[in-house]
């Protein structure tokens, strides 16, 4: 079977047809943020004021990757994030921008899960560390915001192709294949 | 009296190849682990691992955007300006390969955007006798460097203590330090020790056998209960949630028994240089024996 192809941006309805354990490839547009970008777009949406750049529908990369620039601004190593840093902040984040996807590493709370089924959203692990290919699969730069929070907080929009192998990890379901294994890893540790 | 100049340009070249180049240890680890897994998923994960590796060394660029905080062990005779042609190499390490820059005041949060600052890169130093200067980098990211652990044990937890201590840090951290991980154990001596011997014990080779036989018994039956474990790569599942156990101790107080994890990603990067005083320089990725 060959995996499934996606691209941002997408509608509710396809978000919500990823099912856990899928393996797609993702293109389009991509939003990476971490920590302070949410923090500092939580701050915005608090006092009713737009952000610089759409997130809904969108993929959003939990990713601080490195850039050069010569004449544009060229991704040098683009891998992944821990995605369970922003779990404090990104119930509030998904309901406000509604991205479709979220890219990551690690998984994320069953509360971000329970958000995700609000609003139709599924999370796609990417494997930590792979920041090459990574960076092959970004070749091209759209934009920057936010560059004062330095080169791995600042919002990087960029254009994906193919961007893969990602493995569907959370659903908008309620399945998460990241607290199966957990639940499984905790009753086998009890053994040893 | 070592050239302050090839200090400088040996760090340079040992920040390279350690970001760019996985230990051939560890790359072999890992194409073992590619033969014991079944599953798609956590083949999926090892290939796309194997894939960036070979890729980022081809293009001599940085293996994972996290580039670390570069943490330095040298063994040799004590002189400031060594450490200060380490703190140049990191500067010049930052713009030319490029490093992330990764260091910031950790109440502001301001980015010095140089990987410099008060009291980075770290210099762990080891005064010795000897004719040669040893300098080894360990470039440690945050998502395993954020699980790092230390449990001063009541001594009669013993042995069956060490290893639950450890089976807990691993089971905790879960998917997020990027397994299959290094697990670095630093057992006795007093807190801050035990933290420090944890994170050298990652410098020694992956398969290499620990010289001291109980610690080998503990390392072996620690591997093999980890992997029962079921975490798998990138925590998804699978049979590989480990790559190794390594261990270090020193003597500690008769009412204490303290017991410290360092967990490296799969990138456990590390390079290795050895400087003669007459300017020659010898470079390895699993050390000198």
Known sequence: MSPREITSPMSEQEARSLRAGEIVFLSGEVLTARDEAHIRALELSREGRPLPFEMHGRALYHCGPIMMRDDNWKVVAAGPTTSARMDSLETEFLRAFRPSVIVGKGGMSLETLKTMGEIGCAYLAFTGGAAVIAAEALPEVLGVEWEDLGMPEAVWRMRAERLGPLVVAMDSHGRSLFHEVESDVHSRALLL | ?289
């Open chain 2, 1 to 289: 009296m070592y050239s302050s100049a090839i200090i400088e340009e040996t760090v340079v070249r040992l920040l390279r190849e350690a970001e760019c180049r996985l230990p051939p240890d560890v790359r072999r680890a890992l194409e073992n682990a590619l033969s014991q897994e079944t599953e798609e998923v956590p083949r999926s994960q090892l290939l796309v691992i194997l894939d960036n590796v070979r890729k980022a060394a081809e293009r001599s660029v940085p293996m994972c955007q996290d580039t670390g905080v570069p943490v330095f062990f040298v063994r040799g005779r004590y002189d400031v300006r060594i450490e200060e042609a380490i703190r140049r190499a990191v500067y010049r390490a930052t713009e030319e390969i490029p490093l992330r820059p990764n260091t910031v005041d950790p109440v502001s949060r301001g980015n010095s955007g140089d990987n410099l600052g008060p009291g980075m890169p770290p210099v762990h130093f080891e005064p010795t006798d000897e004719d040669h200067l040893d300098i080894a980098v360990l470039p440690k990211g945050a998502g395993s460097e954020n699980w790092s652990a230390l449990k001063m044990l009541n001594p009669s937890e013993g042995v069956d203590g060490i290893r639950r201590f450890v089976i807990d840090c691993v089971v905790g951290a879960g998917s997020r330090p990027c397994p299959p991980t290094v697990v670095g154990v630093g057992v006795g001596g007093t807190a801050d020790m035990a933290i420090a011997l944890s994170k050298k014990a990652l410098l020694r080779p992956l398969g290499s056998s620990n010289p001291d036989p109980e610690l080998r018994e503990i390392e072996g039956a620690l591997h093999q209960q980890l992997n029962s474990l079921g975490l798998g790569p990138m925590g998804l599942g699978g049979r590989t949630t480990v790559l190794g156990v390594l261990m270090e101790k020193a003597n500690c107080h008769t009412a204490s028994l303290p017991v410290a994890v360092s967990l490296n990603c799969w990138a456990a990067r590390k390079a290795f240089a050895r400087v003669h005083p007459d300017g020659r320089v010898r470079f390895s990725q699993e050390g000198f024996r």
